[in-house]
């Protein structure tokens, strides 16, 4: 409402860059005209600009929109022009991956090694090393990386791109953006808890302006909670902290220095104890996950294993139930390590959320398996890259 | 960002009026302009619109923007204008309240007697009773009632104006607003949950566009979540039931069907039971409202009395921190039975915030006091009638 301080341009070329978009299908100029309410000509004009830009091409006929006379040329987004990269630091393991305009994914690396036997200087020349691999096969496939963001486990302070506290990493008031090589961030990198963006890699759920909670289980259980297809961060980024909301007062003690926390049920740590097997196993990424460890026992009907993940399935169940009570969410996306094991976690989560939930008799959540699973972090944080380009294309066009 | 949805009048319309209203020390026309960013001549018109339509009035000189030649007009809200008919349906009491454009209380009616005895017709009836209290006042008092709404105890169904459920009140799927007289509401009734009206009580939070959880202490216990000055109501508008996160799995019944609901222990009747004090010593709006009697007591020094609230704030406490570790909310506000009782609950609820909420070492979060106690819900909901005309006055002007 506030006309006074928006660019108008700027508003715009969002705006009809936002409908190029979002028309899976291709979009004519006059389609944009008619969908944005702007007269064809401004349309047209904001549509040469975004061409010239290199953010939009056309793409040959439109089909869709065939009367008489010329038929209309349809527009979509470039995928030979701006890419973000995403980076996710994790506990045992480091992702890199490189996404296009359209929200494609074009590379992909992951570096399977626990961090906790490294100093901080090997963890972030680690990630340097990877973001320069990015750039490199970004180059090769004649893409250009705008910006980059990087996912950590961990509490944020997104004003200062500084890492408050990532305790399972050891990290403390640090700036990792120090580390990027200049050339690649270009100046323009963000940093958020990895479970907020996991919750950007459902470009289904967000297409659709939906209101959901994904909920990512690795050493930790972190949430991402999106309402109409925004992700709320709360007063300073530090939301979603579902991993340390309280089971038992009186439970095991946690990392964080309270005890009986989600985490020491649900975390998958926490899982492989009560499964009997050892945390040495392997990680989220490697040569043989854990995760696989879990869900192959789980196959083969390894009763300790069931068991293990029929209670933390009970334990997380029962919290999301209390988080659902507040938020009133139609959806939960299982993410992290609980994608590949849903099929012995999410009938007990379901159960809980039918008889914990206070609107079930009404409206039951639907409990639904992430896309993607430990790489949705870092695909999320190459899409918010994405999404800024798509939000203030001007930034792009002059840059 | 979608131009092309909305009426561009009734969007300058609105702008213009809440300028007007935001500027509590008054504004001129060149000051809307300059603040809206529309024309001088366009601003103008708008406001002379708003003033024909008895919305704005000139109240002297504008001393602030004093300058050579004339003295500019200033413009403020009239407050003999359209006018908001609150209805808050408790357990223990029934209130109604009409507040002005201005959003000042301008007449307030409640009956303290427990609706528990009797039927829903007879409680139907009641409030029908004072709503037409509220309009004859009103009208000696020059005010046009221009709208109601209605907060109960429970789950409603915003969308069809029905409560779902209310089970302390033993409604289920019923059309409140067909009982107030037609004349009244003009067919412009809402409903909501009364912890949400309540949190709408806040005006000073509300202006400055803050995010706070309105946790309101009655029988049972709500809260109202309101997000950068907006109230988030959920899918449903089922947000906020905190009365029944779960405290102890293990613990006693709730009338909702789970164990060890929140209500359990923090609820006004569970403090009167730790406290030795039976649930007949009064209401909460009554002669000598229960929660007086708390009071009293614990002002005396009256051991169980002080070690029931105490008990109840750490409970409480606890359950605000796994909130705020969900939403990283800056504010906590306690409203209904929890105002009066702040001297011994605050102490202990602000200590589980300092030692749960996992941003605590970095910013400890604000408990502050309701502005209102258990008239909190009919100002909201009175408030919320004044909003809607704010928002969109054109509705009011074409009426």
């Not at 029929?310 to 994608?339: K, Q, S, W």
């Amino acid at each position: 409402m506030q006309t006074g301080t928006v660019n108008p341009r700027a508003a715009h070329l969002s705006l009809a860059l936002r409908h190029v978009a979002d028309a899976t299908d291709g979009i004519s100029r006059a389609g944009i005209a008619a969908r944005t309410g702007l007269n064809r000509s401004t349309a047209s004009s904001l549509i040469d600009e975004l061409i010239t830009g290199g953010l939009v091409k056309e793409t040959g006929f439109h089909k869709g929109a065939a009367k008489a006379g010329r038929p209309a040329t349809a527009l979509g987004l470039r995928d030979d022009g701006p890419a973000g990269l995403g980076i996710d630091v994790n506990v045992d393991y480091t992702a890199v991956c490189v996404v296009d305009l359209t929200g494609a994914l074009r590379y992909k690396h992951v570096l399977a090694e626990d961090q906790r036997g490294h100093t901080t200087r090997e963890i972030l020349d680690r990630i340097a090393r990877l973001a320069r691999g990015a750039q490199q096969a970004a180059d090769a496939d004649g893409l250009t990386l705008c910006g980059s963001a990087v996912a950590v486990p961990g509490i944020v302070d997104r004003a200062h791109t500084k890492v408050t506290l990532a305790p399972n990493l050891g990290w403390r008031d640090l700036d990792v953006t120090e580390v990027l090589p200049a050339d690649i961030h270009d100046g323009r990198t963000t940093l958020d808890n990895e479970a907020n963006y996991a919750a950007l890699s459902e470009s289904a759920l967000l297409r659709r302006h939906a209101s959901y909670l994904f909920v990512s289980g690795q050493i930790g259980v972190g949430a991402g909670i999106v309402l109409d297809g925004t992700l709320y961060r709360g007063a300073h980024g530090w939301s979603g902290e579902i991993g340390h909301l309280t089971v038992d007062r009186d439970g095991p003690p946690c990392p964080c220095g309270r005890r009986g926390c989600l985490e020491r049920y649900a975390g998958q740590e926490a899982i492989l104890r009560a499964a009997g097997i050892g945390s040495d196993a392997g990680t989220s990424f490697g040569v043989r996950p854990t995760v696989a460890v879990l869900a192959e026992r789980a196959r083969a009907g390894c009763p300790a294993t069931v068991k293990a993940l029929t209670r933390a399935g009970h334990v997380l169940g029962d919290t999301l139930a209390g988080c659902l009570n507040l938020l009133d969410l139609t959806h939960v996306v299982l993410g992290g390590i609980y994608r590949e094991l849903a099929p012995w976690m999410s009938p007990p989560i379901e159960h809980e959320l039918s008889t914990q939930f206070l609107g079930a008799p009404w409206a039951i959540p639907t409990v639904q398996v992430a896309t993607y699973g430990p790489e949705a972090p870092a695909i999320g944080a190459a899409r918010s890259v994405i999404h800024d380009v798509l939000t203030n294309p001007l930034r792009w066009l002059t840059r």
